[in-house]
């Protein structure tokens, strides 16, 4: 891994020269900045800065038009994909659940992360415990949840690859207020207890100050200050704007990349872990 010799800190994440472009605009330019391993980063700035376009490359939803991406001091395009998905959860601005059960949901990810079949009810009743959801639900059809108890199923199922990383697109964008706190707390136990690295793009510069100990702000595709989340989110407004709460325009695009090309799917399919997994029935 990657570490910085004079503080010590040392680096999930390096981006290098990275450039990205999107129908034919940048989104990216010229990106180089480092995400530091075992605390929550959070990706702050204008709507439609990039935000998400750069979190998106940390899992090779997309690749980079430019430019290279260091996971673990290694090239992100190094590791296999199904494997990098594992370690690297992604969970989306919009709850995605599939057809079934919350425990059908679950068993998605427990396909990718080859959990036996012995060991499942285990895992899922850890993985609804860490994302602070009563193990009862599991049996509950996932259609009957509520918005707040959706998102942290789309958490639990995100655990269940055991990842060493989170990523986290506005994961509170659609909760009120009350259930966006409950969620970031959770993350932030999430972060301390299980040492998980955890980047998060938000607008709510009150939650990012709260919960993050370090920070990107990214405006009009430059990275414009990384570093001490209480030294660069001392200058933004607050308490719920970067500038304002409107999603990034590519955050909307929920959908991914298969495991060979860069090809988006079906939105209302992705399950928020890895596209390359077989659906349940097919």
């Not at 659940?97 to 396909?111: C, I, Q, Y």
């Not at 001490?228 to 989110?233: A, I, M, N, T």
Request: hydrophobic content about 35%; overall charge negative; charged content about 25%.
């Amino acid at each position: 891994m990657s570490a910085d010799s004079h503080s010590g800190v040392t680096y999930a994440f390096e981006l290098r020269g990275v450039s990205q472009v999107r129908a034919g605009r940048p989104v990216l330019q010229g990106i180089d900045v480092a995400i530091p391993r075992h605390v929550i980063t959070v990706l702050c700035g204008p709507s439609g800065g990039g935000k998400t376009s750069l979190l998106r490359l940390l899992n090779r939803l997309d690749d980079p038009a430019r430019g290279d991406i260091l996971f673990e001091s290694k090239p992100i395009t190094g590791y296999p994909v199904t494997e990098l998905r594992r370690r690297v959860a992604f969970v989306f601005q919009t709850p995605v659940m599939f057809p079934g059960t919350v425990s059908d949901n679950l068993a998605v990810a427990a396909e990718l992360a080859g959990v036996q079949n012995g060991k499942f009810d285990e895992q899922a009743n850890q993985a609804m415990r860490l994302a602070e959801l009563d193990p009862s639900l599991l049996e509950r059809p996932a259609d009957e949840l509520s918005v707040g108890q959706k998102q942290r199923v789309n958490l639990a199922r995100a655990l269940m690859t055991s990842p060493e990383v989170l990523l986290l697109d506005e994961p509170t964008s659609a909760l009120d207020p009350q259930t966006s706190r409950a969620l970031m707390k959770t993350i932030g136990v999430l972060s301390e207890e299980r040492r998980l690295t955890i980047v998060i793009v938000t607008h709510r510069v009150s939650e990012a100050r709260k919960y993050a100990s370090h920070a990107v702000v990214i405006r009009d595709g430059h990275v414009v200050d990384s570093g001490d989340s209480e030294r660069v989110l001392d200058g933004l407004p607050g308490p719920n704007a970067a500038a304002d709460a409107t999603p990034d325009a590519d955050a909307t695009r929920n959908p991914i990349g298969d495991s060979t090309t860069n090809r988006t799917s079906n939105p209302t399919t992705d399950p928020g872990t890895d596209p390359t997994i077989k659906r349940p029935g097919g």
